[in-house]
């Protein structure tokens, strides 16, 4: 379901999502509002990408957001006047959530916003970031919880962690040639990337 969200106090325009060129979304997934899908995205079943509150939410070329995934943001105005604290500046503009290229979300993750996951990125399964700042080329193990945290580049965050303070996010381990899952992002873009290609060739 693609679809334009409703107005409120806390957002008085109403959008259509983008959606880019040879990006998928799933029947049985919801795009509402403020939404930007960048190409060759895929949206699984059951996803939730709704930016009815906080917006805009947007996500880039290549990445995926797998079944059961919610994306959703709290509100970035009210009364007609932006609520800056809800809002992240990347690259001189500002979101509610950004995802960046190449970047997995797995099965159940939650990205709440204000949040920002930037480039080839893996964002494991049932974790959840929120008003958090994930670098590039990260993996977040599954089962982890981020709140109010810059995760560095190229770290990870093993798997069942809570990280709500700066220090203990500070001191996360960098990713190694011997760690196991250095490489597990490029596959999982691989395969749903070319899901997308052929779910639309389908139609």
Same mark, same amino acid.
């Given at each position: ?18 959606? $880019? ?7 049985? *997934?919801?795009? /509402?509002?403020?939404? /930007? +899908? ?15 509150e906080g ?9 995926? %957001?797998?079944? $059961?995934? %919610?994306?959703?943001? +709290? ?58 700042f994930v $670098? ?6 599954? $089962? ?24 203990? *996010?500070?001191?996360?381990?960098? /990713? =190694? ?9 490029? !596959?999982?873009?691989?395969?749903? =990337?070319?899901? *997308?290609? !052929? ?5």
């Amino acid at each position: 379901m693609i679809e334009k969200n409703v107005t409120a106090a806390f957002c008085k325009k109403v959008s259509e999502p983008v959606v $880019g060129e040879n990006s998928y979304v799933h029947p049985l *997934a919801a795009v /509402i509002g403020n939404v /930007i +899908l960048g190409r060759n995205v895929m949206v699984s079943p059951m996803a939730s990408v709704r930016g009815d509150e906080g917006q805009p939410l947007v996500i880039g070329d290549d990445s995926n %957001v797998q079944d $059961g995934v %919610v994306i959703h943001a +709290l509100e970035t105005e009210m009364n007609e006047k932006p609520v800056g604290k809800n809002l992240y500046d990347v690259g001189g503009r500002k979101y509610a959530v950004y995802v960046g290229d190449r970047v997995s979300l797995a099965h159940q993750v939650q990205i709440h916003g204000p949040a920002v996951v930037m480039d080839d990125t893996f964002v494991g399964m049932k974790s959840l970031v929120f008003r958090s700042f994930v $670098g590039k080329k990260c993996v977040i193990e599954p $089962g982890v919880i981020l709140m109010g945290v810059t995760v560095p580049e190229g770290r990870y965050v093993p798997a069942g962690s809570v990280i709500k303070e700066q220090a203990k *996010a500070d001191q996360l381990p960098a /990713i =190694t040639e011997d760690y196991p899952m250095k490489n597990l992002n490029k !596959g999982v873009v691989h395969v749903n =990337t070319s899901l *997308a290609k !052929g779910y639309l060739a389908r139609k």
